[in-house]
């Protein structure tokens, strides 16, 4: 095949798991992919990341469970390349350590297809950390060692047992027999030792225990994936309570939170003498809060980790479903004539991945954007339009729709308009305000939001158990769904009217934080009520709103 048709393969680092973790050149290289061919372990929230029209291919290899074979693999690569297509090949952590790399380099470069290698962050380094785990420190460990658990017996156990600390992969399967042989080869039976499961991700759980006890304390439990790490380092999670982390001491760890006394007695002296016990949580202005976070589902918690870092506990639960519309047509037919269009009018995020993942599908790159102004509503949508290395002509000083129409910087009379948008609700006011000025506006949708099927679990419980003390809203969307989905769950669970009280009883001295004055009204017309609105119309404004509200 003619060298020109060739297309161009990235194998790339998906980091440990949420897309947080995502370098900014992997997000690129994900977003432009024609092909995503993934690992089992690559998080579901990265797969979203893809344009609509992308083909994703699930090539995971799991342990007991049928697997693509490697050569297969390599085929795939090959073929998709000479189709002209952009291949991402999206690994778990980093393509170089336990990535199996080697083998499909060498069946590109026998075929004559480009490649590149993208790195990520590796769960060896990153699983211990998520975990408040420092894997060196002066005293108790001047270095680690990286390995594969998945055949111990060919590992050298007599010289990787005195190491101080180890991080082992792919080893939760072997986990009785790595213990026997650190033991046989001298190593303590108090060695501390931790499992960090899902690293990375709303599922994370820490286990830890001894190299006498770890197998009893986990008797029972889903271990895999995880990562392993052994060494007297583990013992320090329990004084460096950095903030952040908190959320993820679990199982058995959480009976022992922040209980220093778990160090035991033959740790040595001068690698505890300096340490002093680190301010409590409690200092944090949003401490012993818990915050019910609705929010579209599968994109990042961006919000959540604001919260946590404040101190407190964050519930997610998906209140948002965001796909491609019932049609590309309309959407298309704009793309083709950009440049009868004066500007562009971005409301959303959501509105601006799907606007440029469509260009990108239609053949066109930001270049056909050249002879249009564009105007965006957020800063979280003037970066989600950064990453396409777009930047605004116009961002209103408010954040809001209002603002935009009130600020515009010019007049709009005559001019042409192309507002690609959600395909039912939304912009509504923007739309005849700007009609009203004179101006020529085409509305295009380019996505689609729904209500997701069921409440989170986690959700529901916590409403239930009345552990939640304020619910935030980002859109009128969020509010109208959150409705939905809890009358839903209250009439399964009372089908015959068997509740006390309507489900609306569910939020009575609960904070209702609200995003904006539209997100407000919504708030007024179904909740009955608002107790917080953000003063600045973005995520920091609503965490600045709702600490001074807790405050006072």
Same mark, same amino acid.
């Given at each position: ?5 060739? #297309? ?16 900014? &050149? ?28 992308? +083909? ?28 002209? =297509?952009?291949? $991402?090949?999206? /690994? ?6 336990? @990535? ?73 399967? =072997? ?10 080869? #001298? ?12 690293? #990375? ?16 304390? !986990?008797?029972? +439990? !889903?271990?895999?994936?995880? *990562?392993?790490?052994? @060494? ?57 809060? !818990? *915050? ?18 404040? #101190? ?16 590309? &047509? ?24 799907? %606007? ?7 053949? /066109? ?11 965006? $509503?957020?800063? /979280? ?34 001019? =042409?308009?192309? %507002?690609?948008? $959600? ?9 005849? +305000? ?8 085409? &509305? $295009? ?38 409705? /939905? ?23 009575? @001295? ?8 539209? !997100? ?8 009955? =009520? ?23």
């Amino acid at each position: 095949m003619e060298s020109e048709t060739m #297309g161009q393969v990235y194998l790339v680092g998906a980091g440990p798991g949420d897309v947080a973790y995502l370098t900014v &050149e992997a997000q690129q290289r994900v977003a432009q992919a024609d092909v995503l061919i993934y690992d089992a372990l690559v998080d579901e929230q990265l797969l979203q990341l893809t344009p609509a029209s992308c +083909e994703q291919i699930q090539v995971g290899k799991r342990g007991g469970k049928p697997s693509w074979e490697q050569a297969d693999i390599n085929r795939l690569l090959v073929n998709k390349c000479r189709e002209g =297509k952009r291949v $991402v090949r999206l /690994k778990s952590g980093d393509p170089f350590i336990f @990535g199996r790399c080697t083998a499909e380099i060498e069946a590109l470069k026998a075929q004559n297809c480009p490649f590149d290698v993208i790195p990520g962050i590796s769960s060896a380094l990153a699983a211990p950390l998520l975990a408040g785990i420092p894997l060196t420190d002066p005293v108790l460990s001047r270095y680690f060692t990286v390995l594969s658990g998945h055949q111990p017996d060919e590992l050298d156990w007599e010289n990787l047992t005195p190491m101080p600390t180890l991080v082992i992969l792919m080893g939760t399967r =072997k986990l009785p027999e790595i213990l026997w042989q650190l033991q046989r080869h #001298g190593k303590s039976a108090q060695t501390p030792i931790a499992i960090l499961r899902a690293c #990375g991700s709303d599922r994370q759980q820490v286990w830890t225990g001894t190299l006498a006890d770890i197998l009893d304390r !986990t008797r029972g +439990e !889903t271990l895999s994936p995880a *990562i392993i790490a052994i @060494g007297d380092v583990v013992r320090l999670r329990h004084y460096l309570q950095v903030p952040h982390l908190q959320k993820q001491r679990t199982l058995a760890d959480n009976a022992n939170r922040f209980v220093p006394s778990v160090i035991s007695d033959s740790m040595p002296e001068t690698s505890v003498s300096n340490l002093q016990s680190p301010n409590e949580n409690s200092q944090l202005p949003l401490s012993g809060q !818990t *915050i019910l976070v609705t929010r579209s589902s599968g994109q990042s918690s961006t919000f959540t980790t604001m919260l946590e870092n404040a #101190g407190a506990t964050a519930i997610e639960m998906p209140a948002l479903e965001i796909g491609p519309p019932s049609s590309w &047509e309309p959407l298309d037919r704009a793309i083709a004539a950009l440049e009868e269009f004066d500007w562009l009018v971005l409301t959303s995020a959501n509105g601006v991945r799907y %606007f440029c993942d469509r260009l990108l599908a239609n053949g /066109k790159d930001t270049r056909a954007l050249a002879g249009i102004k564009i105007a965006v $509503v957020g800063k /979280k949508t003037a970066a989600t339009l950064k990453t396409y290395c777009i930047k605004p002509d116009f961002i209103p000083p408010n954040f809001v729709a209002d603002s935009l129409v009130a600020d515009f910087p010019e007049d709009v009379s005559g001019k =042409k308009l192309l %507002f690609p948008r $959600v395909e039912t609700g939304g912009r509504e006011v923007l739309v005849g +305000e700007l009609t009203r000025q004179g101006a020529i506006v085409e &509305e $295009v949708p380019a996505y689609e939001s729904g209500c997701p099927k069921a409440i989170a679990p986690v959700a529901w419980e916590a409403l239930k158990n009345r552990r939640v003390d304020a619910i935030t809203f980002a859109s009128s969307k969020t509010v109208k769904n959150f409705c /939905k989905l809890i009358e839903r769950q209250h009439n399964a669970c009372f089908p015959d009217g068997e509740a006390n009280s309507p489900w609306q009883s569910l939020l009575e @001295g609960i904070c209702i934080a609200s995003i904006g004055p539209q !997100t407000s009204i919504t708030c007024n017309e179904l909740l009955s =009520k608002v107790d917080v609105e953000a003063k600045e119309y973005t995520l920091e404004g609503l965490l600045q709103s709702l600490i001074e509200f807790i405050e006072r």
